[in-house]
């Protein structure tokens, strides 16, 4: 069992000022209200009194009306963004409703884009963490379960891993993911954990670097185009140099951080 050591938190967003601003740097709503809205609320929480909502309510209009994004480490104004630590773990609590679903979109099997990494400059590259269906069909469009994937110009779109374990509908669900990049080194590692337990280990993913130094780090709901209107509610956001502290975590003898 590792160390229970308090993390170093390079960001954390509890909501707590009633608004998105006072904790990131930007919003991406994609074409805004109705078909992306954004709320800061008081109805569905983990902790404290606010936790933020995020829905698509048209995501078949195109590309801009399936992204709700939250960034940090990119303030307005910026050309770069200005995070570059080479490893970190991002980590959320995400209530994911029973009525959640996914289905074979724009081609594509089902996804959600949950957290990423983002270089973005001339070109992008972002590492990532998504939700998809297990298997394309539609059977499966509630058989949801992780995936670690690259995106972007730099290096172009690589599936890392996927997970054989089931995402919890109609609850919230802890979500960690941890990025290192052994920059200039064209290999890095992907892990990823569901409820403290590890779902995804890729120890040797392919250009977790990718053209720059800096990026930013994003928790949102961005699937692919045509999917069915969702809705998820995110809280408790952090951005730390371990494996974050709870109080499950220090009761949970199966976790596996290591």
């Known amino acids: 069992m590792p160390s229970l050591d308090e993390p170093i ?7 707590e000022h009633g608004n998105w601003q006072s904790e ?19 109805d569905r929480v983990k902790a404290g009194k606010y ?4 829905e698509l309510t048209n995501p078949g209009g195109g590309d ?14 910026q050309v770069l963004p200005t995070f570059n630590k080479d490893e970190v773990f991002l980590s959320g609590w995400v209530y994911v409703p029973i009525t959640f679903k996914l289905k074979v979109a724009d081609n594509q099997i089902g996804w959600w884009s949950t957290n990423s990494i983002r270089e973005i400059n001339a070109d992008t590259h972002q590492p990532k963490l998504q939700i998809r269906e297990r298997i394309a069909g539609p059977d499966y469009e509630q058989d949801l379960v992780m995936q ?17 374990v089931q ?8 979500i960690v993911m941890y990025f290192k990049r052994n920059k200039p080194n064209p290999t890095g590692i992907i892990k990823g954990w569901l409820n403290h337990r590890k779902t995804l280990d890729t120890p040797d993913a392919s250009w977790v670097y990718g053209c720059q130094d800096t990026y930013r780090i994003e928790w949102k709901l961005y699937t692919n185009i045509g999917q069915y209107p969702n809705w998820v ?24 951080v290591s």
């Open 51 to 54: 936790a933020v909502r995020l």
């Open 64 to 77: 801009f009306y399936r992204r709700l994004e939250l960034h940090k480490f990119h303030p307005i104004g």
């Open 233 to 256: 509610v995110w809280d408790e956001m952090r951005a730390t140099d371990i494996y974050p502290e709870t109080e499950d975590r220090k009761n949970d003898e199966l976790l596996e």
């Open 148 to 164: 670690s994937r690259r995106t972007g110009t730099c290096k172009g779109n690589l599936d890392y891993e996927t997970s054989d």
């Open 167 to 174: 995402i919890p509908l109609g609850q919230w669900n802890y």
């Open 9 to 15: 938190e390079y960001f954390h967003a509890g909501l």
């Open 24 to 42: 990131f740097d930007r919003l991406q709503q994609g074409v805004g209200p109705p078909d992306c809205v954004t709320t800061v609320q008081q």
